[in-house]
Nanobody, 125 residues
Framework: QVKLVESGGDLVQPGGSLRLACAAS????????IGWFRQVPGKEREAVSC????????GFADSVKGRFSISRDNVLNTVFLQMNSLKPEDTATYYC??????????????????WGQGTQVTVDW
């Protein structure tokens, strides 16, 4: 059974950092790109970042470039999203999903499948 599970969400002050993890099971994660998206109620799911199968190709949304980084450990079947210099506008539920390809612009949510349940990130004083 294909499963992606996000973790690491928390309440953090503006300027702070968090590291999210996306743990994959039920498939060979190194055969897929993994993407991160975020969503707030009433808005469409927004692309954040993605990483290719071997980690050589990565993509970021303009809103997080220079602040977020992404990495993967194919032995642990886990993808990490390091979020630094967090802003209140980064507040959202963060989801990971898999795709066959990671583009520099990450792509659209409908290009990804097998979504996790999400992890909440709140940036506030």
């Amino acid at each position: 059974q294909v499963k992606l599970v996000e973790s690491g969400g928390d309440l953090v002050q503006p300027g702070g950092s968090l590291r999210l993890a996306c743990a994959a099971s039920g498939f060979t994660s190194s055969n897929f790109a993994i993407g991160w998206f975020r969503q707030v109620p009433g808005k469409e799911r927004e692309a954040v970042s993605c990483i290719g199968r071997d980690g050589s190709r990565i993509g970021f949304a303009d809103s997080v470039k220079g602040r977020f980084s992404i990495s993967r450990d194919n032995v642990l079947n886990t993808v990490f999203l390091q979020m630094n210099s967090l802003k209140p506008e980064d507040t959202a539920t963060y989801y990971c999903a898999r795709a066959y390809y990671c583009s520099e612009t990450v792509g659209q949510w409908f290009e990804y499948d097998d979504w996790g349940q999400g992890t909440q990130v709140t940036v506030d004083w």
